[in-house]
């Protein structure tokens, strides 16, 4: 089973500074075949569920601020935010979708400092 | 637009049997994987696993299989999660989710959220 970690736990970034998360899994989730890497990225507030910000490792879903960035392949990721806003208080997954169990990081809890 | 209505919040007792369920709507309900997550108090998601109501062809999680059951009902696009005898530990939230299709029949990322169904276990 593929095994996904994030790093850090936890952050605390000041308003308008970047926010950095990373996210690597026990083997590769790029496929060749299609040159795509199966990774998503998802942002949970408080209360709600999930939602979706990032598939194909990069590709930004409708409607998601462009401060938010996803970027590597193979079994390191990153989601980065360039300039945090106050709206962006949450907890962040990765989540590959290359093989089942089809498993989630730990998540990464993001605040204000 | 695709939507996900989840049943409501369940109290139960240990060694009781549950049945919850996940109604979809704005999608043809037989072309998607739909699936369940879990997520205990505090915690982190965790991917139970999921069905295909098309043919009801199902996958589990290690840690769910022989745990939990899935199930379907095309004609009323309901998706379930049972289990038959419930344990302090199932105490979570349970999310339904549509997962989008990659490489025509392969579940990929998750593209709609059910709302959470809380369930609470305790004697």
């Known amino acids: 089973d593929i095994v996904m970690t994030q790093s850090p736990d936890s952050l605390a970034v000041s308003l308008g500074e970047r926010a950095t998360i990373n996210c690597r899994s026990s083997?590769?989730?790029?496929?060749?075949?299609?040159?795509?890497?199966?990774l998503a990225w998802y942002q949970q507030k408080p209360g709600q569920p999930p939602k979706l910000l990032f598939y194909w490792a990069s590709t930004r879903e409708s409607g998601v601020p462009d401060r938010f960035s996803g970027s590597g392949s193979g079994t390191d990721f990153t989601l980065t935010i360039s300039s945090l806003q106050a709206e962006d208080v949450a907890v962040y997954y990765c989540h590959q979708y290359y093989s089942t169990p089809r498993a989630f990081g730990q998540g990464t809890k993001v605040e204000i400092k | 637009e695709v939507q996900l209505v989840q049943s409501g919040a369940e109290v139960k007792k240990p060694g009781e049997s549950l049945k919850i369920s996940c109604k979809a709507s704005?999608?043809?309900?037989?072309?998607?994987?739909i699936g369940w997550v879990r997520q205990m108090p505090g915690k982190g998601l965790e991917w139970m696993g999921l069905i295909y109501p098309g043919d009801s062809d199902t996958r589990y999680g290690p840690s769910f299989q022989g745990q939990v059951t899935f199930s379907a009902d095309k004609t009323i696009t309901t998706a379930y999660l049972q289990w038959s005898r419930l344990k302090a530990s199932d105490t979570a939230m349970y999310y339904c989710a549509r997962f989008s299709l990659v490489e025509g029949h392969s579940a990929g990322w998750v593209d709609s959220w059910g709302q959470g169904t809380l369930v609470t276990i305790s004697s």
């Open positions: 704005g999608y043809t309900f037989t072309n998607y994987w």
């Open positions: 083997q590769s989730i790029f496929y060749s075949s299609n040159n795509k890497n199966y």
